[in-house]
């Protein structure tokens, strides 16, 4: 059994930055990669960055100059968001490929407002 635990969202106003941090645990035998998805309201759930386990990394052009994922070893991933707009406002989901198995956090939500 694997659970990712999400922290750091919250309400921030437009070209401030937040923090989001997912931890990985449980019985962990193999691991690939990691990543950020986000939905909004009336929207479908998209790609905002993915890391893999060699450390190539992926970022959704929306947020490109904008936010950068980090993942200091192989359970934990960070995403650093700087510079947000009010269309960045979303639940952001962890995802972990863990096992050969697709593993989802519960989710946090970051609202850009002022």
């Known amino acids: 059994q694997v659970q990712l635990v999400e922290s750091g969202g919250g309400l921030v106003q437009p070209g401030g930055s937040l923090r989001l941090s997912c931890a990985a645990s449980?019985?962990?035998?193999?691991?690939?990669?990691m990543g950020w998805y986000r939905q909004a309201p009336g929207k479908e759930r998209e790609l905002v960055a993915r890391?893999?386990?060699?450390?190539?990394i992926y970022y959704a052009d929306s947020v490109k100059g904008r936010f950068t994922i980090a993942r200091p070893n192989d359970k934990n991933v960070y995403l650093q968001m700087n510079s947000l707009k009010p269309e960045d406002t979303a639940v952001y989901y962890c995802?972990?490929?863990?096992?050969?198995?697709?593993?989802w956090g519960k989710g946090t939500l970051v609202t850009v407002s002022s």
């Open positions: 995802n972990g490929l863990f096992n050969g198995m697709n593993y």
């Open positions: 890391i893999t386990n060699m450390r190539t």
């Open positions: 449980g019985s962990i035998f193999s691991i690939n990669a």
